[in-house]
């Protein structure tokens, strides 16, 4: 048992590590997608976004829960008291909350909007307007895992 703690971190590390590189590596493909204003790099790289979400993004969210969880409850007495922690917890579930009700709704819609302009060859308004929500809340996103990321290595407090 005396593996248990370094197993779980490292759990924990590798789940961060899926998650940050994806929402990072994620938003930028799709930015340059856009930008090529090409339906059909738009419809592969948005087809990609969902995608890559559910094999990369959400077990890496998973893992960092878990095995986070698993180190605060098992190695942390009272870890709802450890105000490093409250506050990283805090942040991981604001940017869950955005992820769940803006996020990935909105990649989805756009996903299927580009899979019938791919063909068309022509982009509707509405795409554009969704892709500039997408961008504004997804850094909104990445920037609080960022700021948790300070929390979780410096323990201020």
């Given amino acids: 048992m005396e593996n248990?703690?370094?197993?779980?971190?490292?759990?924990h590390i590798l789940g961060v590590i899926l998650l940050m590189g994806n929402i990072i590596v994620t938003a930028w493909w799709k930015v340059m997608a856009d930008?090529?204003?090409?339906?059909?790099?738009?419809?592969?790289?948005?087809?990609?976004?969902?995608?890559?979400?559910f094999v990369f993004t959400a077990p890496g969210a998973l893992l960092a829960v878990m095995a986070g969880d698993a180190m605060g409850y098992?190695?942390?007495p009272n870890s709802w008291d450890i105000k490093w922690l409250i506050w990283g917890r805090g942040l991981?579930?604001?940017?869950?909350?955005?992820?769940l009700t803006v996020l990935i709704p909105t990649q989805i819609k756009q996903a299927r909007m580009a899979q019938s302009f791919a063909n068309t060859q022509s982009i509707p308004d509405e795409y554009w307007r969704l892709?500039?929500?997408?961008?504004i809340f997804g850094a909104i996103a990445v920037l609080l895992p960022l700021a948790n990321i300070y929390w979780m290595v410096f323990k201020p407090m």
């Fill in 131 to 135: 892709s500039k929500r997408w961008q």
């Fill in 35 to 53: 930008s090529t204003k090409n339906p059909s790099v738009i419809a592969f790289a948005q087809r990609q976004v969902t995608l890559t979400d």
């Fill in 4 to 11: 248990t703690y370094p197993l779980l971190k490292s759990i």
């Fill in 74 to 76: 098992g190695f942390m």
């Fill in 92 to 99: 991981f579930i604001a940017s869950g909350i955005i992820w």
